[in-house]
């Protein structure tokens, strides 16, 4: 049973042979101690450093794939009331753990099992056409994942030989999971925490 | 040589016409056979559509998403304790395992530990919430094949389980218990003396499983080389819990990872299979019910006292920043991925749920297969729908 | 019919063949009522740790009633593509054959529907119309245009027909000890005869015919595609297999086929192994006198009950064979044994 020390140890050490194989391309880490560590990969890089990971380094499971979208949401928590305009919100696009430099970012996260290290990944996707590569020819149970984060963001990958929609029904339009496009449901009814008071009756003593 | 009618004439090439549609429409060569969304075998809305050959599946390719509640993105507006709520119902089985990911993660973000009490009481419940689960797989998985008196029992012995966990949370199936910083309440009194007699109950009730299938030639027949995975494919695709382990990799998040619960207090075995086949899957899902009961004995025995909520603010804001926290759940890897900006909700969490990974590998497995076989893996790997489309 | 003899009324012929029909389809209703309430609502619950219907009736023994009230007044439906001719037909096919199996079984001395001294083919008229059922269930599967039951009709054919032969071959080992292929010639040989000289026991073939038995139970269960081999029926696959679907009045008319039809391979099972509707004769001339014109039906319907009990107990108990492993446990354990066990029973016959 190994301690937390040892443990961020063995990270430290694969995110240094990771660095070793990639060169240029790792383009920041950041290790929160006790929590896990985060790296982050050039985007022409990301295959290769799938590939890396799978071959080299002896991350053989493959955890999840996913993205993030860091554009705050223009409809904020969902809360707003209707009647009144839609406040301002800040459209400013604050990456976490890592940095970066477009709006959406692909998050990935392998394992190795032999030794207990685990790697969260992230690499940029470009603003003007979101693509990435593709990791199925590397682990094959990308292949879900990433039909997934495709359907939901809208973010195309290279190399994938199926990407088609997994959850949603076919003719559906829209990224769902972007944080411009609205959840319906507070939309078409306004959220019930609203308070929601009658205004007074006109012409009661006292009260205007 | 009879004259036919122009009548007779046209109503033959009728009939003709008609059995070459209905010949077409069943295509009996290379039938084409959707199981499910609505079969009595899948756990659920999941749908499988296979190309036989005879009884023998070409290809199979299982099309989840008849249950999407769009889980991700209903967290993004909701506060953290809310989402307590939500992700209570995505494995609906074992339901209080689901939220102790999430809690540990945004306490994580926030850096407090609850104190050991809650520690120890989270690891109970999530323990029981692991037996009622798995309970069900044990029976459910002879239904699937034919035999259909085990699964009563295996209700039975639940619901014993399943009392327990309402007697502590007020829920049998949501509990909604977890809070970050600790629990809402503390445990009934006599709770301890109850779950110990339930959990003798368990363990009868899995010998009584070993013997009645497990023992059971024509179980064995049914399940023993059916639908191997081999350990590069399992880990390639992500497999985890009982079929991971099943395929001969011997890992544990409960005893590998580090996490601030119970269960490095405790002394208990990780069960591993070396066949990878469904036989494999069943036995190694029975040994850890076995297991989890002594945990759960262990921990009864060993429950510190002292408060069982940290000190949290009332509204609770969690500070920005990202965490992952992934948890040994009845299903397999369970996590989250919360990222935080310092607001009264997340910003984003992605579910990692342990049966979208398991169920991914059924394209792979399914060729080749009868049509039987299927079922029986399908029940081997066992998914249940909340968890594949959350 | 005996009956006339024994109230004195002279009945024309077609008067006594509706009296046998009405008998034959009593028979039948009863005893399916008996065995679905007693082991299907009943003894699968005890086993299954619940106590079953309770409501209808004391004990829920009026559940049947209630069942078949509700099956007949359910809509009459066709799926859009099946061959309508065929899809009524096919269940009456399976109720017919089962009626004929009872037609067959002799209930007494002189309570029989067929005459056993003009109807000498007895056994080999038996299993000939046992198999007409398999042409009501391919009829059912292929006319219901649904792929499931089509799948379901398949697999019944293929189960069915295998598992004929380790029955057939049981019956000739008891053929041959018994020397006549008469039913009730075969009852009276087990009563009147002796094992080593011992009266007292009779010679219930299910001693000699120990192996016989055996292998005509497990055929008599795949017959009735009951599991472990209901792979025809497999409900968490198929749904319903070949019965998909049918609905009310055609559905019930399954439903009492399947289960009259455990009834009436237990009776054959019984007539042929336990010793039919006789007790030993050394205990007592039975045959003169009408006493066992009345006690020999219930002793054979209790001898039914119980075969009937092992039949359900193992379907309740035991996970379903795949079909290819159920076509090698008929083709390659069961016709050999059979086969060997007719050549123990001629050597030992000629011996003896």
Redesign the interface.
Known sequence: MSSLAELSERRAAAVERLGAELGEALVATHEAPGRGTWVRVRTDAWRTAGEVLRHRLGFEYFDFLSAIDWLPSPYGRGEDDPTQPAPERSTEIRPGYTGGETRFQVLARVFDVRNNVGLLLKVDVPDAEPAVASWVPVYAGANWHERETWEMFGIVFAGHPDLRKLYLPTGFEGFPLRKDYPLLARLVKPWPGIVDVEPMPEGMAGEE | MTMISDRQQLSYIASQAADA??NV??E?EG?T?NIGPQ???THGTLRIVCRLDG?QVVWAEPI??YM?R?Y???T??RTFPQVTTLVNRIDWLGSFCNEVPFILAAE?LMDIEAPPRAQHIRTLLFEMGRIANVILFLGDM????????PV??AF?DREFVLNQIEAATGGRFHPNFDRIGGLKDDLPKGWIDESRAVMRRVRSFCDEMEDL?LG?E??E??TRGIGVIPR??A????LSGANLRASG?D?DLR??Q?LPMAW?KCDWKVWTHPDGDSFARYWVRLQEVRESSKIVDQLLDTMPSGPIMAKVPRIIKVP?????V?TENPLG?M?Y?V?S?G???PF?V?I?SAS??NI??AS?VLRGT????V?TILASLYFILGDI?R | MSAASVLAIEIPYWGQSILRVVGGLAALLLIAGTVVYLYLFKAVSFMQSRLGPMEAGPYGSMQLLAEVGKWLQKEDLFPDNADKRIFKLAPIIVLVSTFLLYLTIPWGPDAFFLDPATFNTGIFFTLAVSSISVLGILMAGWSSANKYSLMGGLRAAGQLIAYELPMVLAVVGVVIQAGTLNLQGIVVAQNDGSIFGFEYLGNPFVLTQAIGFLIFVIAAQAELTQTPFDMPIAESELVAGYMTEYSGFRFLIFFIAEFASAGAFAGIASVLFLGGWGLPTAWGDWTSGNAMNVIGPVLLLTKILLLSFVIFWARFSFPRLREDQLQRFAWKILIPLALGNIAVTAILKVVF
């Open positions: 549609r209905v429409e069943l009996t039938m056979l079969h009595p075998a009884e989840p998403g999407h769009g991700e993105k209903l993004e507006v994580q002879g239904v699937q094949l034919g035999a259909v008196t009563f029992f039975r299938l059971n024509i179980f027949a049914r590069e494919i880990l390639q695709y992500g990799v890992w005893r590998d580090k490095d920005e920043g990202e965490a992952w992934a890897e996590g991925y990222v900006k607001d009264l909700g984003r992605k990692r979208f990974s991914s590998v792979w009868y049509v039987p076989d079922i489309d």
